[in-house]
């Protein structure tokens, strides 16, 4: 079995920045690949970012050049950086690994309990 637990969320200005992370317990963090998604009141969970075992990545236009998603397989640990953010990126966010490259949560097997972010305008 994976945990996944996030963390690095919380309150900042729009522009501003944030650094969510993501650690991972077990031995086979490396196999997986990783994804963040997000969930607003009221709205679906939505794609975010995706990263595969090998380094490769790809975003939601919503945050494309904006944000970056990274691993460090050594420490189990992906991460999100947010830059520039605006008041709609508001959201709990929530990392996710399974054995697909995928931008939809179905094809992730594990799921960590959420981080909420919220920026004021």
């Known amino acids: 079995q994976v945990q996944l637990i996030e963390s690095g969320g919380g309150l900042v200005q729009a522009g501003g920045s944030l650094r969510l992370s993501c650690a991972a317990s077990?031995?086979?963090?490396?196999?997986?690949?990783m994804g963040w998604f997000r969930q607003a009141p009221g709205k679906e969970r939505e794609f975010v970012a995706t990263?595969?075992?090998?380094?490769?990545?790809y975003y939601a236009d919503s945050v494309k050049g904006r944000f970056a998603i990274s691993r460090d397989n050594a420490k189990n640990t992906v991460y999100l950086q947010m830059n520039s953010l605006k008041p709609e990126d508001t959201a709990v966010y929530y990392c996710?690994?399974?054995?697909?490259?995928?931008?939809?949560?179905?094809?992730?097997?594990?799921w960590g309990q959420g981080t909420q972010v919220t920026v004021s305008s």
């Open positions: 077990g031995r086979t963090f490396s196999r997986f690949h």
């Open positions: 990263i595969k075992t090998s380094g490769i990545t």
């Open positions: 996710a690994g399974g054995g697909y490259y995928s931008t939809f949560s179905n094809d992730y097997n594990y």
